[in-house]
């Protein structure tokens, strides 16, 4: 006796619509995890853009606010804005400075200070041209020694060649500086540049000096009008140090567009030589 069998099975309408339905789903899925995984990365870009900006001028603010009286200068050159000043590592008060003439040392109020060969002495600066031009505002220190009673309550300070300054400090203040420091921001890379331990120039330097140190400070940076505005300080107010840049990847575009981050920052600088 012969029994027939069944089979069961899809047709083949059954099996386009499954795969159509599937198709459609895998679709959504697919731009929902796209849409998804980019606002994760613009979330992540905006915070990194965000702490740069903070973290640079933050860094700028502290080494400006720092900087030798009357040093700050800035500058453009074929899109590179660059702020220059001058670094302080010790400063004093001098006990018998000549009141004119050359000077090959003097006698100071003690301070804790290891020298190092290349220190500079500053009395009284007035503005930049008078600090980089050299002559009558800085002299090259030869050495430090320890004197007075008890020991390390007064130092002599030695210059490398008798200087003469053009002026005296009304406090009898002096500054000890090691070298200029630069920040540099090229609008045609984006890149944000810390030049250090480079000579005194007259002429602002706008790329990476001799011997400079060259620190990479971050990217994706872009002027927005000057990057760096300094107003010399006067009788009534500190001078003022504007800092205003752009952050915007250079990549890609944020969420699809041109977005950007417009930074601005005022530091003010003590004008008191």
């Not at 198709?23 to 740069?52: C, E, H, P, W």
């Not at 090229?186 to 001799?210: K, T």
Request: proline content about 5%; overall charge positive; charged content about 15%.
């Amino acid at each position: 006796m012969t029994f027939a069998r069944r089979y069961k099975a899809f047709t083949l309408i059954e099996l386009v619509i499954v795969i159509l339905l599937v198709s459609i789903v895998a679709i959504s899925l697919g731009g929902l995890v796209t849409q998804s995984m980019r606002g994760y990365i613009d979330a992540k870009d905006r915070n990194r853009f965000s702490q740069s900006g903070k973290w640079v001028t933050e860094r700028v603010s502290r080494e400006v606010r720092e900087a030798l009286p009357q040093s700050v200068r800035t500058g453009i050159n074929a899109g590179v804005h660059c702020v220059e000043f001058m670094n302080i590592v010790n400063a004093s008060t001098s006990l018998d400075l000549p009141a004119n003439g050359l000077v090959t040392s003097f006698n100071a109020v003690g301070f804790d200070l290891t020298f190092v060969p290349g220190l500079l002495l500053a009395i009284m600066p007035i503005n930049p041209g008078s600090v980089y031009a050299g002559a009558g505002t800085l002299g090259n220190i030869g050495a430090i020694t320890s004197a007075g009673v008890p020991p390390g309550s007064q130092v002599t300070i030695t210059l490398s060649a008798p200087t003469t300054f053009a002026r005296r400090s009304p406090r009898d203040r002096f500054y000890i500086l090691d070298s200029p420091v630069s920040f540099c921001l090229n609008d045609n890379n984006g890149e944000l540049r810390r030049y250090s331990n480079y000579a005194v120039n007259a002429a602002q330097p706008f790329s990476a000096p001799a011997g400079a140190t060259d620190e990479l400070m971050g990217e994706n940076f872009s002027a927005s009008g000057s990057v760096f505005n300094y107003q010399p300080g006067t009788l009534s107010r500190a001078g003022l140090l504007q800092i205003n840049f752009r952050l915007q990847s250079r990549s890609r575009n944020l969420a699809a567009n041109e977005e950007a981050f417009e930074v601005f920052h005022e530091v003010h600088v003590r004008n008191v030589p």
